[in-house]
């Protein structure tokens, strides 16, 4: 969650105009691939630990990256970033408002499994 917020926060710093465009589309580059590991780590786990529900709840978002990743369309451009201004913004608050509803699910879970982990 932190890394949206980040890119986030840059977005909302380009719009008003205190920082450029080079430097937000640089930090925002930056920001992708960390983006792509953690939340394939994150359905690993998943995965690994057997949380069903979370793991389909979260492949969306991983088939989300790996198509903008096979389009080419991972990385942001200097040059095109103020006409995706709007679209970049949306996107995170949306990706922000669904690891935020993930995070509730697993906690909900392990919150559910914990008397059946004490008993062991």
């Not at 979370?54 to 389009?71: F, T």
């Not at 509730?104 to 914990?114: D, N, R």
Request: aromatic content about 16%; proline content about 2%; hydrophobic content about 50%.
């Amino acid at each position: 969650m932190g890394v949206i917020g980040y890119g986030h926060m840059l977005v909302v710093k380009l719009e008003a105009d205190k920082l450029n465009a080079y430097d937000a589309a640089s930090g925002l580059n930056k920001l992708v691939f960390p983006e792509f590991y953690l939340l394939g780590a994150l359905c690993i786990s998943f995965l690994l630990t057997g949380h069903w529900f979370a793991c389909v709840l979260a492949l969306p978002n991983l088939y989300h990256h790996v198509r903008s990743y096979m389009k080419k369309q991972h990385l942001v451009q200097a040059v095109d970033i103020f006409n995706q201004l709007k679209w970049e913004k949306q996107k995170r608050w949306y990706k922000m408002i669904y690891l935020v509803t993930l995070f509730m699910v697993a906690t909900a879970g392990l919150l559910w499994h914990f008397p059946e982990l004490i008993e062991g």
